[in-house]
Each structure stands twice: as structure tokens, then as C-alpha cells.
């Protein structure tokens, strides 16, 4: 038999009852006459079985996959309308460049010139280390504020009544 | 436009994201994403990867809302869209992930092997042995082939709707899911 004559590959929609009614009728009385076909038949129909018992994948946490869709999008959005704006970019680029500039221009390195600097500011802080040694009498200057108050307690004019 | 169960229809629905109706879009990803991330799972094999393709595709449909033909039917258009993705990725993968994936596939092995409930867990593991073997034969399947059987057997679409869906002609999905039936047959034969 001429091999080509044999509907192979309709014998998957055969057993899935996928045909036209003509061409199913032309399927079933090959597979009288022909031996090899259903053969062919039967291995399908063993393998469509095998394939449709593999079961589903654990499904994933459906709120938590939107969520993340969600999210996805409206990612996608900001990056999309950041793209189209001109302003955008423009003002972008131009922040960056300045920031750029800003960061690696070489800036004119002055030698430390600790030597001359130091005893100053070792003066400056032992004057201040000497006031604070002596805190207690500074903070009695504070009473000096009141002292005028003080002495005029003993002048109030008692006629004033 | 609504189904004969007086449901609102997907191209309805997609008319509507199209014109950037958020609820629309979430009805839609809520009647799809079983789908789309279990046909991914199948061609992909992998929970995260099945997770970010399949949300990849509802972003890209999202996305070219507005080009869709009102004559063609949304789900056709999403499982394009989607065995698209899916097909580039394992592509991509082949190139620089194969080591990743092969323990993925193990790792994957290991977890389905998890202790049986049903009572004779030596009926368990023979049927989980073979469900490996099954998915190591689809998985050897060459893509358009792989999708092809996935699409026809999970979904239970017509060849027609294959066709449609590899934007290739009827004939060639039959050739395709003839091979793929006959490989299977070949490998998975005792």
C-alpha cells in the first residue's frame, strides 16, 4: 500500500474528534482496511492518555501573583512615560551632567599647613579649657544681673502704700 | 457584547482595556491566569519562569490593547502572545541557563516526590516515575512541537485554534502533533 495514502496525521484530531464529518468518515474506513493505522491509532491514543494525566503545577498565591503583575505595570508605566518625556530628559541629562561636572572637576589642593594653624588653635582651646575649669565662678557672673535688684529691697518706699 | 452565560465577552473586556478600564484588565487577568500560567508551567517547567512569562504576556496584552482586531478572539491572541514568550525564553535559556535548569529539573523531581497520602505508596512512586518520564520525553520535543501537544491536550484546542495560535497553517500542526505523538510513543514505550 502507498504509504501516502495513510491520514497519519489526521488520526490526533481523529481521536479528538476534531474532523469534519466527511473526513472522519474517510479516517474510519481506512483504519478498517489498514493495520499499521490502528496501530498508529492506538500508540496515540496511549500517549494522549499519558499526556493528559500530568498534573497541574501547584498553583502559585493568585493575590500575590496580581499584586505583582500589578506592580510590573505600573513600573512599566513610569519607565514608559519617564521615555517619552523631552523635558524630562532634557532636565535629566542636564542634572546628571551638572552633578558630574560637579563631582570630578579638579579642585586646587591646598598643602595643610598645619604648623602655623596648630598653636592657634591650641590657644584658643586651652583659653576655652581654662574658662570651663573655671565654670563655677562663671556661672556666679550671672548673679552680678541681679545684685542692683537685690540691694533695692531694703529701699521700698513704705509711703508708697 | 457577553457569552451565553450572560458573562461580559474577553474582547469586550479587552475593547475596554483597550480604552484603559483597569477593571476590565483585572476581570481578564482573573479569567486567564490559571491558564496562562499553567500552559507556561508546561512549556517551561519551572514555577518562576511560568510566573514571570505568563504576567510578561499580560503586560504585553495590556500593552497592545489597541491593536487588537475585533474579528480575531482575545484568547487566540494571548496564547500567541504568550507561547511567544515562552518559546524565546526557553530560546534565551538554552544559551546560558541549561546547567541552572537541569538542577531546577531536579530540585522540581525531588519536590513532586513529596510523601504520598494515597495507601500504597509503591503504586505512587511507579506513576510519579513515569509522569517523569513523560515530562523528560515532552521536554526533549522540539518547541513548536512541545506546543503544539501542550496546546491540543491541556487546553483542548482544535488544531484550527493551534494553527492560529503558531501562526502556521492546519496541516502543520497536525504534521506537528503527529511527530510529536510518535516521538513520545518512541521514548516512552516499555
Not at chain 1, 501516502?4 to 482496511?33: C, G, I, K, M, S
Not at chain 1, 562663671?138 to 502704700?161: A, F, I, K, S, Y
Not at chain 2, 474577553?10 to 482595556?17: G, H, K, P, Q, S
Request: aromatic residues 6%; glycine residues 4%.
Amino acid at each position: 500500500m502507498n504509504t501516502n495514502t495513510h491520514p497519519e496525521t489526521a488520526l490526533v484530531p481523529y481521536l479528538r474528534d476534531q474532523l469534519e464529518p466527511d473526513e472522519r468518515a474517510r479516517v474510519a474506513a481506512h483504519l478498517e482496511t489498514c493495520a499499521g493505522c490502528r496501530q498508529t491509532l492506538a500508540d496515540a491514543r496511549v500517549v494522549l492518555a499519558q499526556l493528559a494525566g500530568i498534573p497541574a503545577p501547584p498553583e502559585p498565591d493568585w493575590g500575590r501573583y496580581r499584586a505583582e503583575l500589578r506592580a510590573r505595570l505600573e513600573a512599566r508605566r513610569r519607565g514608559a512615560h519617564w521615555w517619552r518625556r523631552p523635558v524630562t530628559i532634557a532636565v535629566s541629562t542636564g542634572l546628571a551632567a551638572a552633578l558630574l561636572l560637579f563631582t570630578v572637576r579638579p579642585t586646587p589642593v591646598e598643602p595643610p599647613s598645619t604648623a602655623s594653624l596648630t598653636p592657634i588653635d591650641e590657644t584658643a582651646l586651652g583659653a576655652r579649657l581654662d574658662m570651663l575649669k573655671h565654670y563655677d565662678v562663671v556661672q556666679r557672673l550671672d548673679m552680678l544681673d541681679e545684685l542692683e535688684t537685690v540691694r533695692n529691697l531694703d529701699v521700698v518706699p513704705v509711703g508708697g502704700r | 457584547m457577553s457569552s451565553e452565560r450572560g458573562e461580559i465577552s474577553d474582547e469586550a473586556l479587552y475593547a475596554r482595556v483597550a480604552a484603559r478600564d483597569e477593571a476590565a484588565f483585572d476581570r481578564l487577568v482573573e479569567r486567564y491566569q490559571g491558564r496562562a500560567y499553567r500552559l507556561a508551567w508546561s512549556l517551561l517547567r519551572n514555577p518562576e519562569d511560568a510566573r514571570d512569562v505568563s504576567q510578561e504576556a499580560f503586560l504585553r496584552v495590556y500593552q497592545s490593547a489597541g491593536r487588537f482586531r475585533g474579528d480575531a478572539r482575545f484568547s487566540t491572541w494571548f496564547y500567541r502572545v504568550l507561547v511567544n514568550l515562552c518559546l524565546d525564553h526557553r530560546r534565551r535559556r538554552r544559551w546560558w541557563q541549561q546547567p541552572v535548569t537541569q538542577d531546577r529539573d531536579e530540585d522540581e523531581a525531588l519536590v513532586e516526590r513529596q510523601p504520598a497520602r494515597e495507601p500504597d505508596p509503591g503504586d505512587r512512586l511507579a506513576e510519579e516515575e513515569t509522569m517523569e518520564q513523560v515530562w523528560e520525553a515532552v521536554h526533549r520535543l522540539p518547541p513548536q512541537q512541545r506546543a503544539a501537544v501542550m496546546l491540543s491536550v491541556h487546553e483542548e484546542m482544535s488544531t484550527a485554534d493551534i494553527a492560529a495560535v503558531l501562526d502556521c497553517a492546519e496541516a502543520t500542526v497536525r504534521v506537528h502533533l503527529h511527530r510529536a505523538v510518535q516521538a513520545l510513543r518512541r521514548k516512552l514505550k516499555p
